[in-house]
Structures are given as structure tokens and as C-alpha cells.
T-cell receptor, first 114, second 110 residues
Framework: KAGVTQTPRYLIKTRGQQVTLSCSPI?????VSWYQQTPGQGLQFLFE???????NKGNFPGRFSGRQFSNSRSEMNVSTLELGDSALYLC?????????????FGPGTRLTVL | KNEVEQSPQNLTAQEGEFITINCSYS?????LHWLQQHPGGGIVSLFM???GKKKHGRLIATINIQEKHSSLHITASHPRDSAVYIC????????????FGKGTKLTVNP
């Protein structure tokens, strides 16, 4: 069974641009969560989706948004990029809601904002 | 103060040593996770605990809900265990979001 895939793996953008990251969960998994990892703040929770519905959202500004499609694939979008958005963005999928199920992480997308 | 504190921040051991990484938290939780992150970023979920103790190979995780404390033990450590180990707690009630510790960087020398 294929693992969680994230595209692209690396991305370089400039301040003010917007970016869309994609996450394909393990086949059959209905939940996708997104996390941001920076050297200063460590791992921080961004969003959690289950069956196309956003169930939880972390403490991030409205520039960060996401969605989940009917095939469980998920995208997150960051608009008006800032230097501080440079980070590793990880998604994780689980069979059901992550509160009760093990999460499987993707390799991450490393975003650099210049 | 962070809701999740890990100690030590860095740990260097010799191959074969018994290793303990600690995690303390200050909030009510529904579950605690131990994650492993290798250089390059990939994260693997090692354990999900809500009580007691779990064992997988050379890894053992324990949790004491009353004391709000968890430990991850590695027996007979090996250089391939070198990684960052991250404790994360799922906050009980409300959003039930996952909150992470800063991680413990483990280096096991041959």
C-alpha cells in the first residue's frame, strides 16, 4: 500500500506570492491533518479534515487555508507569503478521526520564501 | 511555559546503552504520541498511549496520567536509533488539537 504522498517536495517562492501544497493520503484513509515545522517553533498543528469537513484549526492567520476533496486528497494554501512562512509542511493521514487512530506522516514539502 | 516539555533536549549515548527520554505536560489529554523524525524530515509514529505501557521491539513507552508524565525507553541502543524523538499530546475536550514538544535529539555512537 502506498504511503502518504506530498507534492511538491521542495518549493521556492517570493514574499507576497501564494502557494498550494497537496497531500494524498493512504488509500482508504479519510482524515488528513496538516502541520508546520520550523526551527524556532517546532511542530505546530494547522488543520484537520475528515470526510471533506474541517474539524479543527490551529492558531494560524487567515492566510492559511485548506480543503479536502471527496477522494480524501487535501490541499493547503498560503496567500501573501511572508519570510516566516518558510518551513517544512507535513501532512498526516489516518483511517478515521486522528483522536482514535494512528497517524501516518508524509515526507513533507519544504517551502522557502525569499 | 509550553504545554509539553521534553527532556533532555540533546542526548548522546554509546551503542548498547539504555536510553530514557521524558515528556511532561500540563493539560488534560486524551492521548499521548511518541514520534521519531530522521534527518531529512520524515516522521514515523512510534506509539499512541492513553494509559499504561506499550512495547514494540526495543522501544517501550509508558504514561502516568496522574503525574502527567510519559517516558520513552530504548533498550540496547543502536546508531540507527539516532533521530529526533518528539512527544505530542492530544488536548482533551474542545478542539482536541495535537500539541508537540520541542523534541529530543538522540545521537548513538558506535
Amino acid at each position: 500500500k502506498a504511503g502518504v504522498t506530498q507534492t511538491p517536495r521542495y518549493l521556492i517562492k517570493t514574499r507576497g506570492q501564494q502557494v498550494t501544497l497537496s497531500c494524498s493520503p493512504i488509500s482508504g484513509h479519510r482524515s488528513v491533518s496538516w502541520y508546520q515545522q520550523t526551527p524556532g517553533q517546532g511542530l505546530q498543528f494547522l488543520f484537520e479534515y475528515f470526510s471533506e469537513t474541517q474539524r479543527n484549526k490551529g492558531n494560524f492567520p487567515g492566510r492559511f487555508s485548506g480543503r479536502q476533496f471527496s477522494n480524501s486528497r487535501s490541499e493547503m494554501n498560503v496567500s501573501t507569503l511572508e519570510l516566516g512562512d518558510s518551513a517544512l509542511y507535513l501532512c498526516a493521514s489516518s483511517l478515521g478521526v486522528p483522536q482514535n487512530n494512528e497517524q501516518f506522516f508524509g515526507p513533507g514539502t519544504r517551502l522557502t520564501v525569499l | 511555559k509550553n504545554e509539553v516539555e521534553q527532556s533532555p533536549q540533546n542526548l548522546t549515548a554509546q551503542e548498547g546503552e539504555f536510553i530514557t527520554i521524558n515528556c511532561s505536560y500540563s493539560v488534560g489529554i486524551s492521548a499521548l504520541h511518541w514520534l521519531q523524525q530522521h534527518p531529512g524530515g520524515g516522521i514515523v509514529s512510534l506509539f499512541m498511549l492513553s494509559s499504561g505501557k506499550k512495547k514494540h521491539g526495543r522501544l517501550i513507552a509508558t504514561i502516568n496520567i496522574q503525574e502527567k508524565h510519559s517516558s520513552l525507553h530504548i533498550t540496547a541502543s543502536h546508531p540507527r536509533d539516532s533521530a529526533v524523538y518528539i512527544c505530542a499530546v492530544r488536548i482533551q475536550g474542545g478542539s482536541e488539537k495535537l500539541v508537540f514538544g520541542k523534541g529530543t535529539k538522540l545521537t548513538v555512537n558506535p
